[in-house]
């Protein structure tokens, strides 16, 4: 029952920039019927790192995300290089986005965020042992950064006020594990 039901006949190539790729796919599907599947890939990774201080303080970024239309309150995260390590990433991530140094990362997840339409992996980190320097942002970035105790982050997530998937995870995730005593 886990093997490929879908017959790939052709790919075309449909649209490219320097992160993404989309390509149309004719397909037979499961019910061996012909159709199309078009899928969006990403070529780098969704790195995603929950900050967390001795009194289970977090810091989260809130930006307008394009995409949605929305202003989002999330935990920090960009991309990553297939060829760099992806804990490199989430330092790097964790420094622009909110000036913060941990000297210690401990990888909590990996999840594919849209695996019907696209291939991106998300790689969560909890990050600890935490300094404090400037934070260097990009400059398409235009960031608010909120400090916030895990459980009121919860609550967030419980009331609908954080909606970005690897926040959402990467908090419920965190939450559970400090319960279990295993953070």
Do not use: C
Request: avoid cysteine.
């Amino acid at each position: 029952m886990e093997e490929n039901p879908w017959i790939t006949n052709s790919s075309e190539k449909v649209y490219e920039s320097p992160w993404i790729k989309v390509t149309k796919h004719d397909v037979l599907n499961p019910a061996n019927k012909p159709g199309t599947y078009s899928v969006v890939h990403f070529k780098g990774l969704a790195i995603g790192v929950l900050a967390l201080d001795n009194e289970l303080n977090t810091w989260l970024v809130g930006q307008w995300r394009y995409p949605v239309n929305e202003y989002s309150w999330e935990i920090p995260e960009g991309g990553g290089a297939h060829d760099v390590e992806p804990v490199e990433s989430a330092k790097r991530e964790l420094k622009e986005e909110t000036g913060i140094v941990a000297k210690n990362y401990k990888e909590i997840m990996r999840m594919h965020l849209s695996n019907s339409a696209t291939d991106e992996l998300a790689i969560v980190f909890v990050a600890t042992g935490l300094t404090f320097e400037e934070s260097e942002p990009e400059e398409s970035e235009v960031l608010q950064l909120k400090k916030i105790h895990i459980d009121e982050a919860y609550n967030w997530v419980m009331e609908g006020k954080i909606m970005d998937a690897i926040t959402v995870a990467a908090i419920l995730k965190t939450k559970i594990l400090l319960e279990k005593g295993l953070l």
